[in-house]
């Protein structure tokens, strides 16, 4: 069955630094894949979303790569702020129908 | 901030209760989803209206029973539920239903079944 994969531990990291997030996916070749970030008590919210032919993709301070050989995307934030600290999650289009499957999340946590 | 919001925000209920969520969504879209997230878990899709039909039920029991009167309204009908059920129930809405569409989540509901 498809399955995706986030770090599970937390990621903690100083402000000012790059964080970079990783998202494996198995069994499946998605077109697509969406980034989200998730605060406390509330629901995610779109960030980025790339398709396979897309090596690279970029907005503002985010970057997101997916390669398609090695079944992985990550997700960078450059300069990161403690503004940045929240779960971030991946999510791929499945296979039936269009509906999205979500990684766990990484929380990501950046100190100041 | 959101187009999509979420009544109650919180809810605590018996096992032999019964309750409703609700989901209204101001941003003219036409497919609205449901999603069941426990601690440490991925998001589970529940169900998923297009148009208010329903195109997806992802093997739900059936102590949860969704309703979708109109594009802009969700329910989520909740009765005799498990402490297992107890989590943050998510919903969303997206323009259309593939899967390049960016979904649009509401605050959720969060749900402790006693």
């Known amino acids: 069955s498809q399955k995706i994969e986030q770090n599970s531990e937390a990621l903690n990291i100083q402000e000012g630094k790059t964080a970079t997030l990783t998202c494996n996916y198995t069994?499946?070749?998605?077109?697509?894949l969406q980034w989200y970030r998730q605060d406390p008590g509330r629901g995610p919210v779109f960030l980025l979303l790339?398709?396979?032919?897309?090596k690279e993709k970029r907005k503002e301070r985010l970057k997101v790569t997916f390669d398609t050989t090695l079944k992985q995307s990550l997700f960078h934030i450059t300069a990161s702020q403690p503004a940045d600290s929240a779960t971030y999650l991946c999510?791929?289009?499945?296979?039936?129908?269009?509906?999205?499957?979500f990684g766990q999340g990484t929380e990501l946590s950046v100190k100041p | 901030e959101t187009g999509v919001t979420q009544t109650p925000r919180h809810l605590v209920m018996g096992m032999t209760n019964k309750k409703s969520l609700k989901c209204e969504q101001h941003?003219?879209?036409?497919?609205m989803y449901w999603y069941k997230q426990s601690a440490k878990k991925p998001l589970e899709l529940m169900f998923v209206?297009?148009?208010?039909?329903?195109?997806e039920n992802n093997s739900v029991p059936s102590r949860f029973s969704p309703e979708c009167p109109n594009s802009s309204h969700l329910f989520l009908h909740l009765h005799t539920l498990q402490p297992e059920d107890s989590a943050l129930y998510l919903c969303?809405?997206?323009?259309?239903?593939?899967?390049?569409?960016?979904?649009?989540f509401g605050p959720g509901t969060r749900l402790l079944v006693l």
């Open positions: 969303a809405s997206s323009q259309g239903q593939g899967g390049l569409e960016t979904q649009y």
């Open positions: 069994n499946y070749s998605p077109a697509y």
């Open positions: 790339i398709r396979e032919n897309e």
């Open positions: 999510a791929v289009l499945g296979n039936q129908g269009g509906k999205l499957i």
């Open positions: 941003l003219g879209h036409n497919a």
């Open positions: 209206y297009s148009l208010e039909e329903r195109v």
